[in-house]
C-alpha cells in the first residue's frame, strides 16, 4: 500500500474521479512482476494488461450513490477504424472506444 500511495501522491484530491495515465510510479506496479500486475497475471497469463483505471476520491464524508451501469470503452493510444469498435469519446484528455462485446466478454473488470 505504501508503494501505491506514493505513485498517487501527486494527484489532485479536489476531483471526485481521475483517470489514470501516464503515471510512471504505477508502471512498476502494474507490470507483470510488479505487486499489482502480478495478481492479474497469475489469473490471466503474462499477457494481461490494464486498459483503464479510475481513482474515485470518496471518503465519509464525500460519498455518492451510483445506479448500476455498464462501463464499456476502452481507453486507447490512437484512433484506428476498426469493424466493430465505436463510439468514439474524449474522455480526461485520452481517447476511449466501445470495443466489440466479443472483446469485452474477455476482459476481466
Avoid: Y
Avoid at 57 to 69: I, M, P, V
Wanted: one cysteine or more; aromatic letters at 6%; charged letters at 20%.
Amino acid at each position: 500500500m505504501a508503494l501505491l500511495e506514493a505513485a498517487l501522491a501527486t494527484l489532485r484530491t479536489d476531483e471526485v474521479g481521475i483517470r489514470l495515465h501516464g503515471l510512471k510510479p504505477l508502471a512498476p506496479l502494474l507490470a507483470t512482476e510488479g505487486c499489482i500486475g502480478a495478481v492479474a497475471a497469475s489469473v490471466l497469463g503474462q499477457g494481461a494488461k490494464p486498459v483503464r483505471a479510475i481513482l474515485f476520491n470518496k471518503s465519509a464524508e464525500t460519498n455518492w450513490s451510483l445506479a448500476w451501469h455498464q462501463d464499456r470503452t476502452i481507453c486507447v493510444r490512437e484512433r484506428r477504424e476498426a469493424p466493430g469498435f465505436g463510439p468514439w469519446t474524449v474522455k480526461g484528455g485520452m481517447l476511449h472506444v466501445a470495443p466489440p462485446f466479443e472483446l469485452l466478454s474477455k476482459m476481466v473488470p
